[in-house]
Each structure stands twice: as C-alpha cells, then as structure tokens.
C-alpha cells in the first residue's frame, strides 16, 4: 500500500469540528508509546500497528457505502455541504432544527436544482420561508426548468392583498417581468372581506373572475378583474335572482325567437280554427238569432238614432194642433181624425171628428160653457180687483195669528186661565164643601171622575168610601187589594198571607255538579239532582245579600251526595262540622245568622 505520511500540526482536538481526529487523540485511542520522531518523518505502512485494520472501518473519500449510520452531535447546523455548479460556493445540505428538517440556500429553504436567475428560474420545486423573495411568500413552487415556460405554485403571499393563491402559469417570456402571458389562479381571500374565487388570466391584456362575493351579501359574481366587486358583470344573488350588465347576445335564440309573435298580438277572426258553430258555444245564452230579426213574433231593430222604425209600428192617433186664420186654411191642413184648429177668426177651436178633414162637415166646434157675468164691480175683461171695489176699504189682509186685539179684550183675556195649561200666581176658591168640584177624564176616556175635595168633616174624601180625616186613614167598606202582589211595594191582602203561609214561593230545580244559592232562591225549595257528587256554595254577602234571618231549605234529589261549601269570607255552623247530606233525598236548612255567618242543620252528616 505504499507510505503514510503524516503531518501532526497539534496535539489538541479542533472544538469547531466535533468528530474530527487530532493526534493527541490517536495517542489515546490507538495506544502509541515510545519515544515521538520529529514532526515530519516518515513510516512504512507496516511499521504502524494496527493501521491497516483502522483505516479499514473508515469511509473512503472517493466514493464508499456505509454500513451503519453517521451521527452528528449538533442540531440546527448545516453539518453537510456540497459545491455549487459553478464550482464557487458550498451549500448547505438538509439538517435537524428542533426535530425538523430544514432545507437551507441563502435564508430560503429548497429542492430541486438550484436556480441561477430570477427568484423560481430553472427550479423544479421551491420551499421558501416569509418574504425571502421580493414580492412572493411562497410556500412551493413548481417551475420549469427553461424560461418561459409552465410555473406550478402555492403560494402563500406576504401582503394584505391575497392571503393564499393556487396558481397555474405559463410565462411568454422570463418571469422576472412578465408582458404577457396564460394564468390560472384560485384565491381564498382578500383584503375586502374573503372572497374566494378563481381568475383567468392573459397578463397584460384581460382578466376574469369568478367566485363568491363575502362583502356583497355572498353573492356568485363574474368581474372582468382578478377581484370580486365594481367591475361584477354577472350577479347571482342568494335569493336566486340573476343580473346581468350589458346585453345577452344569442344568434341561435335571435333566429329561434324570429319566428315566433310577440307576447301581445292579435289574429283575425278567419285565422282562428276550431271555432265555436252556435252562440251558446261562445258563452252566449241571450243573443237573438237574426233570422227573428223583423218579422213576425220577432224582435223589431232600431234605427240610427236608436228608436224602432215607423214601419213596425201600427197606426196610432196623434192629436195635432194647428192654429189657423180662416176656414180655408183649416180645410187645407193635412190632419187626421182627433186633430185640433184653432180660429182666430171667430175664437172658436174645432176638432176632426173623421175624415177627410177638407170637409167643413168633418170639424166639430169644441163648446165652452157660457158665462152669464158680464163684468165684475163695473170692470170687464181682464179684472183685477182692490179691497175698496168690494166695500172692505177698512179691511187688511193679515193672518190670524197677526189680527189686533183691542186692549180691553186683552186684559179680559189676561185674567183666565188657559185651557192647554196656566200657572196660578194666587189661590183657586173652590164653591161649599162636601161637593165635588173637579173632575178628569178617566182612562178610558169614557166619563169624568171627581178629584177628592172636602167633605162636611174638613176630611180629603177620594172617593166615597175612602176618607183621609185628620186623625187618619178612614176606609168604609172593603179595600179591593189583588189576590197576589206584583212586586216588593205592593200590598196583599188577607187571602193571600192566610194562602201563603207554610208554604213556599216555589221550586228551583237544578241539574249538574255545582250550583251557588242567590236571593231568588230565598223562600224557595232548591233541589240538585246529579248521578256524582254535587258542591252547594254559599257566597258571600257582597255577592249575594241575603237579609239576615234569611232560610233557604234544599234536598237532595239525585244519586250524588250534597256538599256544603262556604264562599270566600262565609262560615258555616253545624253540629260536628258536618256539611254533608245523608244520602239521596235527605233534605238541610240554612239560616243566615250574621252578616257572612250561616247555620246548617237538618239530616246533615260528616
């Protein structure tokens, strides 16, 4: 194998090179004793024991293949390097930060081959860290390995504008300053509220935009832009309403819609088929036919001005009046029988008995009644009369109501009274007593009846039989009282009270399964008839005000048991708190003892 010559340039080990071997360190590891020659000399392979063996386990420089794996005790350190292409510069190769590993070239992290121009040029994939490169943020690129060509990138942008772009490209020319060029884009943010969207793109000469509008309402928009907003040409809103701005241009619609009509046109009648033969077929039940149209038990038509012509008319009489100067005129007069002349010439009137009217023969004068006054207070023609033509030059023409009346009629008149009513200012003296002196007209307007006056004992007599003296009420004779009173005022008489007594006003039957007592119950035999159980309550006295003594007696006339109830504010007194009823027609009585307080006895149980 030759010679191995060693240069020894320190005993120490080099602390920037962990891992790297100095010779202070093969004196340990390999034990070399003995007296050291000087620095540089010179040994046979052979000579040195044990280094065939060593050198064996370690890696060849030139190219080797390791069997285990190579350890370096430093994390976050570019331990490995490798020359650029130029031969000009060592970049760092793959190594640990904090567990991960990191991709380092000039503070971007990246691979693939390394690009010479241009922040993606000749890069296959690209993995860049915030802002490495001026104007991107990008996360990975993919990118052709000649420019112009296609570029493949997720991108993750630095400014406010977009947040995060996927974006297919094919540049022109270098894309360190594109002029034009093909892009498709797909966005999902911007600084106007989120619109997630994708862009199609001629750099340089238009853009399209399609996606969600987040700040209008998330309405589905086309701009003419790369963003969503002013430049909206098709609007999609939520509620399904479409707005388009500009015109719909559709040659295939224009040359389908060629043919057809307007939405609003009209036909003429021969163009419509299938059209109805009767009127009845068209919803026409009151038309008459034509064929009725004059003639007999038809229907006559009208004329222009709407009136039934002369020919479907019979022939009637029309009464005409002429006025004529002479016998001549009125016999040359077309008229017809019932026809009116006039005659100035004699003041007489003629009517056409028949015809022909140009016979004097036909023409009966028309009589007036002779008058045999032949003038009126020495005046004849026209009269008109003044009071003083007939002897009442004294008389004025006033109403009744406007006629004087001298003063002496006045002051008689003043001193009656008036039959329709007066008001007396002193006292009416009546005649002598024990005399009837007014009398009224009874009700049935029959006969007169006397008022009450005074009789012989200074006594107001009502009538004959019934007498207020001053020491009393004095009735002669029988008081005529009904058999029954007809309200709280009214009296009754002894029949009636012997009648009444013991016995009660009436029944009050009542159905169900709850009933509260009234005042019209007082006096009253109050049943409740139920198959279940039944409630009786007594209310309160601001409810019902029973007098106080007041009884109300009540049984049980059906199968459901009675129970006494007490009202708000009412107590109930009974032997052992019992406020049941025995059983089906037991009977209880109620007696109102205070204001709210009642006693309830009779066949009661608990």
């Not at 509620?239 to 619609?253: A, F, V, Y």
């Not at 005529?480 to 009296?491: F, G, K, M, V």
Request: aromatic fraction near 6%.
């Amino acid at each position: 194998m030759g010679t191995v010559k060693h240069v020894f340039v320190s005993p120490v080990v080099d602390a920037g090179n962990a891992g790297e071997v100095g010779p202070s360190e093969w004196n340990a590891d390999h034990a070399l004793t003995g007296t050291f020659p000087p620095d540089t000399h010179v040994h046979a392979e052979s000579d040195i024991t044990g280094l065939t063996a060593d050198l064996a386990s370690k890696v060849n420089d030139t190219g080797d293949t390791l069997t285990g794996p190579l350890h370096f005790t430093q994390n976050n350190v570019a331990v490995l390097t490798q020359r650029n292409v130029a031969n000009t510069a060592d970049l760092g190769l793959p190594y640990i930060d904090n567990n991960n590993l990191l991709f380092h070239r000039n503070s971007s992290w990246q691979t693939g081959p390394v690009a010479t121009t241009g922040p993606y040029a000749n890069s296959f994939a690209t993995i860049q860290a915030e802002g490495a490169i001026p104007g991107s943020g990008a996360i990975l690129n993919l990118v052709s390995a000649s420019s112009p060509g296609p570029v493949y990138a997720i991108n993750s942008w630095g400014d406010t504008v977009e947040d995060v772009r996927i974006g297919l490209m094919n540049y022109n020319t270098a894309p360190t300053g594109p002029t034009s060029g093909a892009r498709l884009s797909i966005y999902t943010n911007t600084a106007t509220g989120g619109d997630p969207r994708i862009t199609f793109s001629v750099m340089g000469v238009s853009d399209w935009a399609f996606g969600l509008d987040n700040d209008q309402g998330d309405r589905l928009a086309w701009a003419t832009n790369t963003w969503l907003g002013s430049t909206d040409k098709m609007i999609l809103d939520t509620s399904g309403n479409l707005t388009i701005t500009g015109n719909i241009t559709s040659p295939g619609l224009t040359s389908a819609l060629a043919s057809k009509s307007d939405t609003s046109h009209t036909h003429t009648f021969a163009s419509i088929t299938s059209k109805p033969t009767t009127l009845l077929g068209y919803g026409i039940t009151d038309a008459v036919p034509s064929s009725q149209k004059g003639v007999a038990n038809g229907v006559a038509p009208l004329d222009s001005g709407t009136k039934i012509d002369a020919s479907y008319l019979p022939s009637i009489a029309v009464t005409n009046t002429f006025v004529v100067a002479s016998q001549a005129a009125m016999l040359a007069l077309t008229a017809q029988t019932g026809d009116v002349a006039v005659r100035t010439d004699l003041n007489k009137t003629f009517i056409a008995s028949q015809e022909p009217v140009s016979v004097l023969a036909n023409w009966q004068e028309m009589l007036t009644p002779t008058s045999p006054v032949q003038s009126v207070a020495g005046k004849t023609g026209a009269v008109t009369l003044v009071k003083g033509d007939v002897g009442l030059g004294n008389v004025d023409n006033t109403s009744d109501a406007n006629k004087p009346v001298s003063t002496a009629q006045q002051t008689a008149i003043d001193g009656k009274i008036s039959d329709t009513g007066d008001t007396l200012t002193g006292v009416l003296q009546l005649g002598t007593n024990n005399t009837p002196m007014l009398q009224q007209l009874n009700a049935a307007g029959s006969a007169y009846v006397n008022l009450p006056y005074i009789d012989s004992a200074n006594g107001v007599r009502i009538n004959p039989s019934v007498v207020i003296n001053p020491g009393g009420l004095y009735v002669q004779g029988n008081v005529d009282i009904p058999t029954a009173p007809t309200s709280n005022n009214s009296a009754a008489n002894k029949k009636y009270v012997d009648d009444m007594s013991g016995r009660y006003l009436g029944l009050s039957d009542n159905i169900g399964s709850a009933y509260t007592f009234t005042t019209l119950d007082s006096g009253k035999l109050v049943s409740v008839s139920n198959a279940t159980a039944v409630t009786i309550t007594v209310p309160p006295n601001s409810s019902q005000a029973f007098p106080v003594n007041s009884r109300l007696d009540f049984w049980q006339k059906g199968a459901g048991q009675i129970t006494v109830a007490a009202g708000a504010g009412v107590t109930i007194r009974s032997s052992g708190g019992k406020l049941k009823l025995s059983g089906q027609y037991s009977a209880a009585t109620l007696t109102k003892i205070a204001t709210d307080e009642w006693l309830l006895f009779g066949d009661i149980t608990l």
